[in-house]
């Protein structure tokens, strides 16, 4: 059984350009979560969403992040514009059932932004 | 909002000893949760507690969730160097989809 896949596992971009990440959930899991972790910090959790619905994006930032996950593929997080202050670790997490402390967390993406 | 300090920050420690990290909270938690995580990885859950005054054991790990339901400790017996990482709790409530980090406990062991 595959685990939760990310990519890319490390991203460069200069500011201004955009970032996006990938997630694949494991298998039968349609509901993803993405965190984010800056240096010395724990996870702060981003989004929610379950196939093509966001259940809350309370914990992103209004300007520039969007996430989707569609009925086919990956789900995204993208970062339009992209500042110093991105860079960070992007980890998502699956679930079967939306039952948060029994989802399964991906090996995260780290973005830098020169 | 809810916030978790987790204390300590790091530890050094000697191959053998136990090891023993909390979680204090401001507010209530209705579950803890103590996750791993190994340099570039993502966390690993490593023990999950719901009831308070739960007292919980995963092999040379045991944990503890507090009376008050504002606080939770893990302990590691016999370390081992592999046992090296960072060590997160979490907590959540019923219902919530957000999961609370604390800032971590990175654990460093000489062999």
């Known amino acids: 059984n595959a685990g939760v896949m990310q990519n890319p596992r490390h991203l460069v971009r200069r500011r201004g350009q955009e970032a996006r990440l990938r997630c694949s959930p494991m298998?039968?899991?349609?509901?993803v979560y993405w965190y984010r972790q800056l240096p010395e910090e724990g996870l702060k959790f981003m989004v929610y969403l379950q196939k093509e619905n966001i259940i809350d994006e309370s914990g992103m930032p209004k300007e520039r992040f969007s996430a989707e996950f569609p009925k086919e593929g990956p789900s995204i997080l993208r970062i339009q514009q992209v500042v110093r202050g991105d860079s960070a670790a992007y980890f998502c997490?699956?679930?079967?059932?939306?039952?948060?402390?029994?989802?399964?967390f991906g090996p995260g993406t780290r973005l830098l932004v020169l | 909002g809810q916030q978790l300090n987790q204390s300590p920050q790091s530890m050094f420690i000697q191959e053998g000893e136990d090891v023993s990290m909390n979680c204090t909270s401001s507010?209530?938690?209705?579950?803890w949760l103590w996750y791993k995580q190994d340099p570039g990885e993502g966390p690993v859950l490593l023990i999950a507690l719901y009831k308070a005054g739960e007292l919980t054991s995963n092999g040379r790990l045991t944990a503890q969730f507090g009376i008050t339901r504002k606080d939770s400790f893990l302990n590691i017996s016999a370390s081992i160097p592999s046992d090296v990482g960072i060590y997160f709790c979490a907590g959540l409530n019923t219902g919530g989809f957000k999961t609370i980090f604390g800032a971590g406990t990175r654990l460093f062991v000489k062999a």
């Open positions: 507010s209530i938690f209705n579950t």
């Open positions: 997490a699956s679930s079967r059932s939306g039952s948060l402390e029994t989802q399964y």
């Open positions: 298998k039968g899991h349609s509901h």
